[in-house]
């Protein structure tokens, strides 16, 4: 199984409301990741999980909360959002990276696109 | 990361070769060269990487400058199916994160 599963596909959501995307990996990797797109730009990282801790996190707005409950699992919690972060949010994973042993390719989920009106 | 540039967009021929460049003249001893590309509605999806020497896989060739200034992505033979944003990037491995630049929108013609 290499595939990265994301839930769900499409969220619209008020500025006060409090949602939660989800991502799932099954291929043993311990390291995963939350990348945003907006429409016609490329993929910013937003946060990076190691061994299930937080190891990067791009100076994202606290109104994100990364959270990865298993080595399988990682969610995003989203609360008060502005029209702005509406973009697509593609989850990642990958194995860690050990001493320039190994090259640890990333993959990716298919996104949920995001609208927050 | 050190920067990549790459042409904003470039066409090609169905069932023709496609080369791919991409500048990355401040790059380190330590930066693998990734490409990634992403279908239209897709998230992204790993094509090759290198380090120093030319790289071939089932879906593409690398072929990288000796002085690793520069390096090409080549498609051997471009179906309608190719036809996605190609991205070159830089780092150690990908375990820290991508760093994704504009990229170049290949467009194929049948």
């Known amino acids: 199984d290499t595939e990265v599963t994301q839930t769900p596909k499409h969220l619209v959501m008020g500025m006060t409301n409090k949602k939660s995307l989800k991502c799932e990996q099954h291929?043993?990797?311990?390291?995963m990741y939350w990348y945003k797109q907006k429409a016609k730009k490329p993929p910013e990282l937003m946060f990076v999980?190691?061994?299930?801790?937080?190891?990067i996190n791009e100076s994202v707005p606290s109104r994100f909360s990364p959270e990865c409950p298993n080595s399988s699992l990682l969610n995003l919690h989203l609360h008060a959002l502005q029209p702005e972060d509406s973009a697509l949010y593609l989850c990642?994973?990958?194995?860690?990276?050990?001493?320039?042993?190994?090259?640890?390719?990333?993959?990716f989920g298919p996104g949920t696109r995001l609208t927050v009106l | 990361d050190a920067k990549t540039t790459q042409p904003n967009s470039m066409e090609s021929n169905e069932e023709e070769p496609v080369h791919l460049p991409c500048n990355h003249s401040t790059i380190s001893g330590t930066d693998y060269i990734h490409w990634y590309r992403q279908l239209p509605s897709q998230g992204p999806e790993y094509v090759i990487h290198g380090l120093t020497s030319n790289v071939n896989n089932r879906m593409a060739s690398l072929a990288i400058a000796e002085d690793r200034k520069s390096s090409t992505l080549i498609l051997h033979r471009a179906t309608l199916r190719d036809a996605a944003v190609y991205y070159c990037?830089?780092?150690?491995?990908?375990?820290?994160?991508?760093?994704f630049g504009k990229g170049t929108h290949l467009i194929i013609q049948p």
């Open positions: 999980y190691s061994y299930e801790k937080l190891s």
């Open positions: 990037i830089l780092n150690r491995g990908g375990a820290d994160g991508l760093t």
């Open positions: 990642a994973s990958s194995q860690r990276w050990t001493s320039g042993l190994t090259y640890n390719e990333q993959f």
């Open positions: 291929m043993g990797h311990r390291a």
